[in-house]
């Protein structure tokens, strides 16, 4: 904390004394660390959407895949029984590399269908299901 403290002195007043910098910044170095420690927490969180005893999981899947990629994501890779999806904007896909917290997988067998990922991506699945009135049967 202290290192990153002089960092920013150094590189933001460097003419200023240092108890005067110390006293305009106090409160974002104090609560920096909460702060990182809040957004990886809550960026961290994986989430899970199920849907079971449905008839057709490959319709299901078509469905999710295409309302993830109408919601900025792009299937970067696919298998048999797998996709996995990333986001488009290069923000997120920065964030993936770094924290590896923003692919989503759509898993799917004979007779369940599952999709992981973060939050923000399977809510948008979760209320498209609820709200859209979607028969998976």
């Avoid at 170095?29 to 957004?39: A, E, K, M």
């Avoid at 770094?98 to 599952?114: A, I, P």
């Avoid at 209320?127 to 998976?136: C, D, I, L, P, V």
Wanted: proline content about 2%; glycine content about 2%.
């Amino acid at each position: 904390m202290s290192v990153l403290a002089m960092a920013f002195y150094l590189i933001f007043s460097a003419g200023e004394p240092i108890k005067e910098y110390l006293k305009s910044a106090a409160f974002i170095l104090l609560f920096l660390p909460v702060i990182n420690s809040i957004t990886k927490a809550y960026s961290d969180r994986k989430y899970t959407f199920i849907v079971s005893e449905v008839d057709d999981t490959a319709c299901v899947k078509n469905w999710a895949v295409s309302i993830l990629q109408q919601n900025g994501m792009r299937i970067k890779s696919a298998t048999a029984q797998q996709t996995v999806l990333e986001p488009d904007k290069k923000f997120f896909r920065w964030l993936n590399h770094w924290f590896g917290t923003e692919l989503v997988k759509v898993n799917y067998s004979e007779h369940k269908f599952s999709a992981t990922g973060h939050y923000r991506y399977i809510d948008v699945l979760d209320s498209k299901a609820r709200f859209s009135r979607t028969s998976f049967r």
